[in-house]
C-alpha cells in the first residue's frame, strides 16, 4: 500500500513562487516513477511533470518548461515540485501520484497512476 500526502500549497501573487511537497509511505517509493497532475475547476486533470526512480530524467508538459522543476528525495520517500514565475492559469489543485510500473510509456497520462494523494490547492492572484 502507497500513501501520498502533499503540502506546500497556498495563495500567491503571479510572479511568484511556490514548492510543493509529497510525503511518501511504502516500501517500492525508491522504485516508483512519480508525477505531478493538476486539475483546474471545470477542466481535466493534466499532467505537469513525472521522475524516473534514479532522478535521472525528468518529463514535463511542453507549457510547464522552464518555470515548473521536479525533483524527489529517496532518502525521505519525498517528491517535490518548484513552481516559479506562477500565473493565474496555474490555478489548481496539484496531485501527487504513483505510476504503475517502473517505464515511461505513458508517462503523462493519468491513467498510468495507480495511487494519488489528496490534493493540495494552488491559487495564484493576478
Known amino acids: 500500500q502507497v500513501q501520498l500526502v502533499e503540502s506546500g500549497g497556498g495563495l500567491v501573487q503571479a510572479g511568484g513562487s511556490l514548492r510543493l511537497s509529497c510525503a511518501a509511505s511504502?516500501?517500492?517509493?525508491?522504485?516508483?516513477?512519480m508525477g505531478w497532475f493538476r486539475q483546474a475547476p471545470g477542466k481535466e486533470r493534466e499532467f505537469v511533470a513525472a521522475i524516473m526512480s534514479s532522478a535521472d530524467v525528468t518529463y514535463y508538459a511542453d507549457s510547464l518548461k522552464g518555470r515548473f522543476t521536479i525533483s524527489r528525495d529517496n532518502a525521505k520517500n519525498a517528491v517535490y515540485l518548484q513552481m516559479n514565475s506562477l500565473k493565474p492559469d496555474d490555478t489548481g489543485v496539484y496531485y501527487c501520484?504513483?505510476?504503475?510500473?517502473?517505464?515511461?510509456?505513458?508517462?503523462?497520462?493519468?491513467?498510468?497512476?495507480?495511487?494519488w494523494g489528496q490534493g493540495t490547492q494552488v491559487t495564484v492572484s493576478s
Open positions: 501520484a504513483r505510476k504503475r510500473n517502473d517505464r515511461a510509456l505513458l508517462i503523462k497520462s493519468a491513467t498510468a497512476y495507480d495511487y
Open positions: 511504502g516500501r517500492t517509493f525508491t522504485s516508483s516513477i
